[in-house]
Nanobody, 124 residues
Framework: QLRLVESGGGLVQPGGSLRLSCVAS????????IGWFRQAPGKEREAVLC????????YSADSVKGRFTISRDNAKNTVYLQMNSLKPEDTAVYSC???WGTGWSKVEDEYNYWGRGTPVNVSS
């Protein structure tokens, strides 16, 4: 069975950090670009950070630049989202997605596999 599973979400105070993990099973991530998306309550889902499969080039949403980073460990079939200096507006369900091919994309429809998401709540 092909799937992605996210973990690492939870409750964190403003200014804190979390590291989300996205583990693939049933397929190898080597040939897939990966995107982290989030959906806040009452809002549309948005791309946060995306990474290519070839040269590790990335896309970063303006709202998270300088605070969030994406990395991949193909040996572990895992992609990470490191989130620092968290703000209440970062509260959302974070999902990872895999897209066959090399380049990253912000377009949800271009992704082949999705995880169910992990909730992040930034609150004091």
């Amino acid at each position: 069975q092909l799937r992605l599973v996210e973990s690492g979400g939870g409750l964190v105070q403003p200014g804190g950090s979390l590291r989300l993990s996205c583990v693939a099973s049933g397929f190898t991530l080597d040939y897939y670009a990966i995107g982290w998306f989030r959906q806040a309550p009452g809002k549309e889902r948005e791309a946060v950070l995306c990474i290519s499969s070839s040269d590790d080039s990335t896309y970063s949403a303006d709202s998270v630049k300088g605070r969030f980073t994406i990395s991949r460990d193909n040996a572990k079939n895992t992609v990470y989202l490191q989130m620092n200096s968290l703000k209440p507006e970062d509260t959302a369900v974070y999902s990872c997605a895999a897209r066959w091919g090399t380049g990253w994309s912000k377009v949800e429809d271009e992704y082949n596999y999705w995880g169910r998401g992990t909730p992040v709540n930034v609150s004091s």
